[in-house]
């Protein structure tokens, strides 16, 4: 029999919309059980939301490259390739234009720190594997870019 893993979220925000589409607050709060803290969120400010509050798309960019960084340490460690630092400058992008507008192409640039010797063309493999194995990257339609820069420790 087959396993299914089941997630959950809760989420709520409170106010009132008849103040019209420019006025009403975005900021909102979500749970993701059994987590014990809560995320506070709000819109992109281009939809009128709360700058200095994460947002549904960083959240789906965060969740995206979080998702590569874990499936990379694990074959990593199962490959016996020692792994001194990983660090992503992620980025998304959402054209209004796209219709439906939606996140298209997401791009992910890790810098891959190994112990010394390691084989860099072999973690560009497992980079790739890890890529193949990520359950978000395999959930979006989004184009996803995997743009590693891998070098030895010291």
Do not use: K
């Not at 420019?22 to 506070?40: G, K």
């Not at 990983?86 to 939606?102: G, L």
């Amino acid at each position: 029999m087959t396993h299914v893993h089941t997630y959950r979220s809760q989420l709520s925000w409170e106010g009132s919309t008849a103040v019209g589409y420019e006025s009403y607050d975005r900021t909102h709060r979500v749970a993701v059980p059994p987590a014990e803290d809560e995320l506070t969120l709000s819109s992109d400010p281009a939809f009128n939301g709360d700058g200095r509050l994460p947002n549904p798309e960083g959240l789906l960019l965060a969740a995206a490259s979080s998702c590569q960084l874990l499936m990379f340490l694990a074959i990593a460690a199962r490959s016996r390739v020692d792994v001194r630092l990983y660090e992503d400058e992620a980025e998304a992008v959402m054209p209004e234009d796209a219709i439906p507008v939606r996140i298209t192409r997401i791009t992910l640039r890790p810098r891959i720190v190994i112990g010394p010797g390691g084989d860099l063309d072999r973690v560009r493999r497992l980079v790739e594997r890890a890529h193949q194995g990520c359950f978000i990257a395999n959930t979006l339609n989004s184009e996803i870019l995997i743009e590693p820069v891998i070098e030895h420790a010291g």
